[in-house]
Each structure stands twice: as structure tokens, then as C-alpha cells.
Nanobody, 120 residues
Framework: QVQLVESGGGLVQAGGSLRLSCAASGTFVSIRSMGWYRQAPGKQRELVAATTSVGSANYADSVKGRFTVSRDTAKNTVYLQMDSLKPEDTAVYYC??????????????WGQGTQVTVSS
């Protein structure tokens, strides 16, 4: 059983900052990728930022230069530092992890989601 537990969401004014955290727990061999997605009302879930086990990261164009994803492999935790927040960043943010149980296949797991609301 794998669990992803998120924290750090909330309400912030435009221009402010928030830091999200997501910790993975359970029995597995390795985490191949960890990242963040978001879903605004009436919209599809979209990738925000993700990092691989070798440390590379990719970002949605809309957050480049404002958001930073980082990972603590020893703690199985991924962070999302969000600066210069805009009202259009308002969404439920979901943590995602690609988990390996020792074979080639990677299994995708999701957190429960944390609400981020940016007021104008």
C-alpha cells in the first residue's frame, strides 16, 4: 500500500507565496518520479511541475520562473515552492508519484489534493 500525503495549501493574496509538500509512504522499491498537477473548476487536470529520480525537472509554461519543484529522496518527499502567485493559479493541487516495486513497470499514485486559492 502506497500513500501520498500532501500539505501546505491555503488562501493567499496575489503576489504571495505558498509551499506544498508531499510525502510518500508504504512498501516499494523506488520512486521514479514525483511531481504536481492541478485542476481548476471546469478544467482538465494539468501538469504543473515534475522531477525524476535523476534530478531533472520540467514545468508548465505558465509557472516557469515562479514555481520551483524539489525533492528529498531520503524522505520520499517532493516540494513545490510557489512564488508570485496569480489568481489563475487557483486550483486543487495533486501530488503524483511513479512507483516501482522492483520490476520495469511504474505505477502511478495520487495524493488526495490540497486547495490553493489566490485572491486578487
Amino acid at each position: 500500500q502506497v500513500q501520498l500525503v500532501e500539505s501546505g495549501g491555503g488562501l493567499v493574496q496575489a503576489g504571495g507565496s505558498l509551499r506544498l509538500s508531499c510525502a510518500a509512504s508504504g512498501t516499494f522499491v523506488s520512486i521514479r518520479s514525483m511531481g504536481w498537477y492541478r485542476q481548476a473548476p471546469g478544467k482538465q487536470r494539468e501538469l504543473v511541475a515534475a522531477t525524476t529520480s535523476v534530478g531533472s525537472a520540467n514545468y508548465a509554461d505558465s509557472v516557469k520562473g515562479r514555481f520551483t519543484v524539489s525533492r528529498d529522496t531520503a524522505k520520499n518527499t517532493v516540494y513545490l515552492q510557489m512564488d508570485s502567485l496569480k489568481p489563475e493559479d487557483t486550483a486543487v493541487y495533486y501530488c503524483n508519484a511513479g512507483i516501482s516495486f522492483g520490476q520495469l513497470q511504474t505505477y502511478s499514485y495520487w495524493g488526495q489534493g490540497t486547495q490553493v486559492t489566490v485572491s486578487s
